[in-house]
């Protein structure tokens, strides 16, 4: 099959202009078909999608708000080769819903509570519920062009109300019994699944992002003070998050999102059940009839996602994962076990054997471009004794008694260790060439943290257009406890001033909000946008610009201030080279109302999946969105104008060369 030029370093398009349509826009030569949409079956024999807002059978079809995404290469033998450009298997996350599209009318689930119509709201709630997850679908190509095998061994949908199994230090524990899963050993579904991963051995890592906004807290009298300050650390309080409402749907799979010690004991009530969730499912796609596995040693964050370093023989395994949240902090997890080539399509025994097992670490970042890797575990004597959270004048103790409650209160023991707060970390990726490792940090403003309380990895003091940071493990080993880091580029508007635009951005690459990451094999650097109003959302929808993105240390110290702001604020920190020197330029810009994220690629560089989130995102709630996107409507060509009054829908689309040559090359 075709080969892919390793190390690139130069780029073969036409920057497209940033711009305002409601289509996907390419570079002058290539195509986009859209290949899995929002209600798109994955089994033959489904009725026909209605897109009304009717639909109920979405634990059969596509779910909603496409996120994170994995191409699996499969051989001819239906096992995982990663070499295979034209099958495999698309994995992707269903992070949330567009409540204005998905149901009859925009108001139908607030109808329905109002009503006390408990008929009509179960099955609301349930296409909320099958909505939501992982698809897992079948995709071959045939005469240059990408389709979904209907009725594939290997289709299926992992929902709200599919079984997983807990592994790791927190399986088990009393402080994940309840009376749905009263071993603790198990647990079920996975939600708000933003970003992803996947592992050298063939599966595929979702992570789990706002899952903490599912709950409604009721009764929590008989809590503890340590699990009551879990719940204050993880923002899981009170009826403000009240958000999707499943409580009220009687039995167990709903009543479980109502957080109450009214039971009288665990078992017996859902006082832990928020405790099951914030972890990585981990998913085989290859064997779709084993459960996936919950890996507890992640930590319970939001996570974004979880990204692999390289392998190597002999060394350990180590993924990086940022908690996205304002001023959350960046993690990594090393195996305790070294990389065994036998492992490749080894499926979740390999996962049992690399993640179940290890240290977790959150990063400091220090101002002199130095970073401390610090470790999150029962050994540590810093996190020994009592401490205390405090939070609008209450305060609760807790202490770390086991390596289960380090790891299921990992932002407590963070903030114990002094971890460096971020400006929201979102994706990460590994430079397949150098090791580098480089991090999304979408923006930030001041409700979190004062426009004074800079440092040098987060030096803006109002960061509206966010940037990325990029840093080298010491002596290049991704378990090593230290490393130097320097800013690989500040988003910005072109237009402002030089001392905000510290990267130099122009017409052809102005960008704002930095969110999905992606270098590919060859070492090409894919910046995804998740812009919003305060960035630069007027001169152009979300977008996806592609770099080389040379090395760390090869730019200078700078000194960067903040424009447009009262609250000047600067502080001296080091820069890469500017955009034009790493050749940083537009490739796509999404249709209205859209997100751009999720990203993958075949081996041989030829076909490029990205998934286009919540287009008509931002209608007025009277709408179905259509006075923004109807993209796609029926329409299969993702670069066509979307026709007809058709809701707008989520989708993945498949990025191609007309010549079938190699992308952005
Ligand atoms: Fe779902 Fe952090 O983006
Ligand atoms: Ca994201
Ligand atoms: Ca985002
Ligand atoms: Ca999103």
């Given at each position: 099959?075709?080969?892919?030029?390793?190390?690139?370093?130069s780029l073969g398009f036409e920057a497209v202009p940033g711009g305002i349509e409601d289509r996907v826009i390419l570079p002058p030569g290539?195509?986009?078909?859209?290949?899995?949409?929002?209600?798109?079956?994955?089994?033959?024999?489904?009725?026909?999608?209605?897109?009304?807002?009717?639909?109920?059978?979405?634990?059969?079809?596509?779910?909603?708000?496409?996120?994170?995404?994995?191409?699996?290469?499969?051989?001819?033998?239906?096992?995982?080769?990663?070499?295979?450009?034209?099958?495999?298997?698309?994995?992707?996350?269903?992070?949330?819903?567009?409540?204005?599209?998905?149901?009859?009318?925009?108001?139908?689930?607030?109808?329905?509570?109002?009503?006390?119509?408990?008929?009509?709201?179960?099955?609301?709630?349930?296409?909320?519920?099958?909505?939501?997850?992982?698809?897992?679908?079948?995709?071959?190509?045939?005469?240059?062009?990408?389709?979904?095998?209907?009725?594939?061994?290997?289709?299926?949908?992992?929902?709200?109300?599919?079984?997983?199994?807990?592994?790791?230090?927190?399986?088990?524990?009393?402080?994940?019994?309840?009376?749905?899963?009263?071993?603790?050993?198990?647990?079920y579904g996975t939600m708000n699944n933003c970003a992803n991963g996947h592992t050298p051995w063939g599966t595929y890592l979702a992570a789990?992002?706002?899952?903490?906004?599912?709950?409604?807290?009721?009764?929590?009298?008989?809590?503890?003070?340590?699990?009551?300050?879990?719940?204050?650390?993880?923002?899981?309080?009170?009826?403000?998050?009240?958000?999707?409402?499943?409580?009220?749907?009687?039995?167990?799979?709903?009543?479980?999102?109502?957080?109450?010690?009214?039971?009288?004991?665990?078992?017996?009530?859902?006082?832990?059940?928020?405790?099951?969730?914030?972890?990585?499912?981990?998913?085989?796609?290859?064997?779709?009839?084993?459960?996936?596995?919950?890996?507890?040693?992640?930590?319970?964050?939001?996570?974004?996602?979880?990204?692999?370093?390289?392998?190597?023989?002999?060394?350990?395994?180590?993924?990086?994962?940022?908690?996205?949240?304002?001023?959350?902090?960046?993690?990594?997890?090393?195996?305790?076990?070294?990389?065994?080539?036998?492992?490749?399509?080894?499926?979740?025994?390999?996962?049992?054997?690399?993640?179940?097992?290890?240290?977790?670490?959150?990063?400091?970042?220090?101002?002199?471009?130095?970073?401390?890797?610090?470790?999150?575990?029962?050994?540590?004597?810093?996190?020994?004794?009592?401490?205390?959270?405090?939070?609008?004048?209450?305060?609760?103790?807790?202490?770390?008694?086991?390596?289960?409650?380090?790891?299921?209160?990992?932002?407590?023991?963070?903030?114990?260790?002094?971890?460096?707060?971020?400006?929201?970390?979102?994706?990460?990726?590994?430079?397949?060439?150098?090791?580098?490792?480089?991090?999304?940090?979408?923006?930030?403003?001041?409700?979190?943290?004062?426009?004074?309380?800079?440092?040098?990895?987060?030096?803006?003091?109002?960061?509206?257009?966010?940037?990325?940071?990029?840093?080298?493990?010491?002596?290049?080993?991704?378990?090593?406890?230290?490393?130097?880091?320097?800013?690989?580029?500040?988003?910005?508007?072109?237009?402002?001033?030089?001392?905000?635009?510290?990267?130099?951005?122009?017409?052809?690459?102005?960008?704002?909000?930095?969110?999905?990451?992606?270098?590919?094999?060859?070492?090409?650097?894919?910046?995804?946008?998740?812009?919003?109003?305060?960035?630069?959302?007027?001169?152009?929808?979300?977008?996806?610009?592609?770099?080389?993105?040379?090395?760390?240390?090869?730019?200078?110290?700078?000194?960067?201030?903040?424009?447009?702001?009262?609250?000047?604020?600067?502080?001296?920190?080091?820069?890469?080279?500017?955009?034009?020197?790493?050749?940083?330029?537009?490739?796509?810009?999404?249709?209205?109302?859209?997100?751009?994220?999720?990203?993958?690629?075949?081996?041989?560089?030829?076909?490029?999946?990205?998934?286009?989130?919540?287009?008509?995102?931002?209608?007025?709630?009277?709408?179905?969105?259509?006075?923004?996107?109807?993209?796609?409507?029926?329409?299969?060509?993702?670069?066509?104008?979307?026709?007809?009054?058709?809701?707008?829908?989520?989708?993945?689309?498949?990025?191609?060369?007309?010549?079938?040559?190699?992308?952005?090359?």
């Amino acid at each position: 099959s075709d080969q892919a030029t390793m190390n690139p370093q130069s780029l073969g398009f036409e920057a497209v202009p940033g711009g305002i349509e409601d289509r996907v826009i390419l570079p002058p030569g290539y195509k986009a078909d859209v290949l899995f949409a929002k209600g798109d079956p994955l089994f033959s024999g489904l009725p026909s999608f209605k897109n009304d807002g009717t639909d109920i059978d979405y634990d059969s079809r596509s779910g909603d708000e496409h996120d994170g995404m994995h191409f699996f290469g499969m051989n001819s033998a239906g096992q995982f080769d990663p070499d295979v450009s034209d099958r495999g298997i698309l994995v992707l996350n269903h992070e949330n819903l567009e409540d204005n599209t998905l149901h009859e009318t925009p108001t139908s689930k607030a109808d329905a509570i109002s009503n006390g119509n408990l008929l009509e709201l179960k099955k609301i709630v349930d296409r909320e519920m099958n909505g939501h997850g992982v698809s897992c679908v079948e995709i071959r190509k045939q005469n240059g062009k990408w389709s979904v095998v209907l009725d594939s061994p290997y289709n299926r949908r992992l929902t709200i109300f599919t079984e997983m199994d807990m592994r790791g230090p927190v399986a088990g524990e009393d402080f994940v019994k309840t009376k749905l899963t009263p071993t603790g050993a198990n647990r079920y579904g996975t939600m708000n699944n933003c970003a992803n991963g996947h592992t050298p051995w063939g599966t595929y890592l979702a992570a789990e992002e706002n899952w903490y906004a599912y709950y409604t807290v009721g009764d929590i009298a008989g809590l503890s003070d340590k699990h009551r300050a879990w719940m204050e650390r993880y923002g899981i309080r009170g009826n403000g998050w009240n958000y999707r409402q499943w409580n009220l749907i009687p039995g167990d799979q709903y009543e479980r999102f109502r957080v109450e010690t009214t039971g009288g004991s665990a078992t017996t009530d859902f006082r832990n059940e928020p405790n099951l969730h914030g972890y990585i499912t981990e998913v085989d796609p290859f064997r779709p009839t084993q459960k996936p596995r919950i890996r507890t040693t992640f930590g319970r964050l939001s996570h974004e996602g979880a990204w692999l370093a390289p392998v190597k023989e002999g060394k350990p395994v180590v993924f990086y994962s940022g908690d996205d949240a304002r001023r959350e902090y960046m993690y990594k997890f090393v195996s305790k076990h070294n990389w065994n080539e036998a492992d490749r399509n080894g499926g979740l025994a390999a996962g049992d054997r690399y993640m179940d097992e290890g240290k977790l670490y959150v990063a400091v970042f220090n101002d002199d471009g130095t970073g401390v890797w610090k470790e999150l575990s029962h050994d540590n004597i810093e996190l020994s004794g009592t401490h205390t959270y405090t939070r609008n004048d209450n305060s609760w103790d807790y202490t770390f008694d086991t390596e289960a409650e380090v790891l299921a209160s990992a932002r407590l023991a963070a903030d114990v260790v002094g971890a460096t707060p971020m400006d929201r970390p979102e994706w990460a990726t590994v430079n397949p060439q150098n090791g580098d490792v480089y991090l999304a940090l979408t923006n930030g403003n001041t409700s979190n943290r004062p426009a004074s309380s800079t440092d040098g990895a987060n030096p803006r003091a109002i960061n509206q257009n966010g940037h990325i940071i990029r840093w080298r493990e010491a002596g290049g080993d991704h378990a090593s406890t230290t490393f130097d880091w320097d800013i690989f580029l500040f988003g910005s508007d072109a237009d402002a001033s030089s001392d905000y635009n510290v990267s130099g951005l122009t017409a052809d690459n102005e960008f704002s909000s930095p969110d999905g990451l992606f270098i590919d094999p060859r070492g090409v650097l894919w910046i995804q946008t998740d812009d919003g109003s305060s960035g630069i959302r007027s001169k152009t929808n979300n977008q996806m610009l592609v770099a080389i993105p040379g090395e760390y240390g090869d730019g200078e110290s700078v000194t960067v201030t903040t424009a447009d702001s009262d609250n000047q604020a600067s502080i001296e920190t080091f820069v890469g080279q500017p955009a034009e020197a790493v050749k940083l330029k537009r490739f796509l810009v999404g249709p209205n109302g859209c997100e751009i994220t999720g990203i993958s690629m075949t081996a041989d560089a030829r076909s490029m999946f990205i998934n286009i989130q919540h287009p008509g995102e931002g209608g007025s709630k009277d709408s179905f969105n259509t006075n923004v996107s109807v993209w796609p409507a029926g329409s299969r060509d993702a670069t066509a104008f979307g026709e007809g009054g058709n809701r707008p829908r989520s989708a993945t689309i498949v990025i191609y060369r007309e010549d079938g040559g190699e992308i952005a090359l």
